[in-house]
């Protein structure tokens, strides 16, 4: 069976600072891991999303993710945080580019220090 | 702007009335549609699959005559909770995938809380 892990149900950063925010996946078949973001009174926004070539993902809003086979991991990165970075972020992996029926993680709440 | 949208954002009913809760693609249509159920500080979990023209899909462990899921049109999909009780309260998601099937557009959710 598929799941996700996030290790870090909650983090604070300094705004400027970098951040990385852990996932690691279970999955029988080739992956299509995600990374969405949360904020309170609006659905899911995709942040990017990886399933092949580059390991390395840039997405929106600056982050970027790496996946690592060898690892099942897929952590999130942003080398300098802004204020508005402060959400709930989801890891997600599903059975194709779509999007469909994903398992998520359990999610990080990402809290950003003035 | 939102291109999935959910109604009623917010519902409080009393333990065993009905409660409908639908979600809508805005300026496209969504012959799949899917649900989802996040407890407080929890994750998101898949509860089923809504097919436009027949059955919705039911992950395993939710029951099916508890949450009624009708894909009434291409824009269209309707999560009932019937005979609600407090354990069923929660914030349900819905998601639908953009025509080209390259992304996933959520609603905002919904929170019910059942009295």
């Known amino acids: 069976a598929q799941s996700v892990t996030q290790p870090d149900i909650h983090i604070t950063v300094s705004e400027g600072a970098s951040l990385e925010l852990r996932c690691n996946y279970s999955?029988?078949?080739?992956?299509?891991l995600f990374w969405y973001v949360q904020s309170p009174g609006q659905g899911l926004q995709l942040l990017l999303k990886?399933?092949?070539?580059?390991?390395l993902v840039q997405g929106i809003k600056g982050f970027e993710a790496e996946f690592k086979r060898s690892q099942s991991s897929f952590n999130l990165r942003k080398p300098s945080v802004h204020w508005s970075d402060a959400a709930e972020y989801f890891c997600?992996?599903?059975?194709?580019?779509?999007?469909?029926?994903?398992?998520f993680g359990g999610g990080t709440r990402l809290m950003v220090k003035p | 702007g939102a291109v999935v949208s959910q109604h009623p954002s917010r519902v409080i009913c009393k333990s065993g009335t009905s409660v409908k809760i639908e979600c809508r693609s805005l300026?496209?249509?969504?012959?799949?549609m899917f649900w989802y159920r996040q407890f407080p500080k929890k994750s998101l979990m898949l509860m089923a699959t809504?097919?436009?023209?027949?059955?919705?899909?039911?992950e395993q462990g939710v029951e099916k005559d508890k949450f009624l899921i009708n894909h009434a049109s291409l824009t269209l999909s309707t999560l009932t909770v019937t005979s609600a009780h407090p354990e069923d309260s929660s914030f349900y998601i819905c998601?639908?995938?953009?025509?080209?099937?390259?992304?996933?557009?959520f609603g905002p959710g919904t929170r019910l809380l059942v009295l």
């Open positions: 997600a992996v599903g059975p194709n580019n779509a999007g469909n029926m994903l398992t």
């Open positions: 809504s097919n436009e023209g027949s059955k919705a899909t039911y």
């Open positions: 990886y399933f092949s070539g580059d390991t």
């Open positions: 998601s639908a995938p953009d025509p080209n099937q390259e992304t996933q557009y």
């Open positions: 999955y029988g078949a080739t992956p299509y």
């Open positions: 300026d496209f249509q969504a012959t799949t």
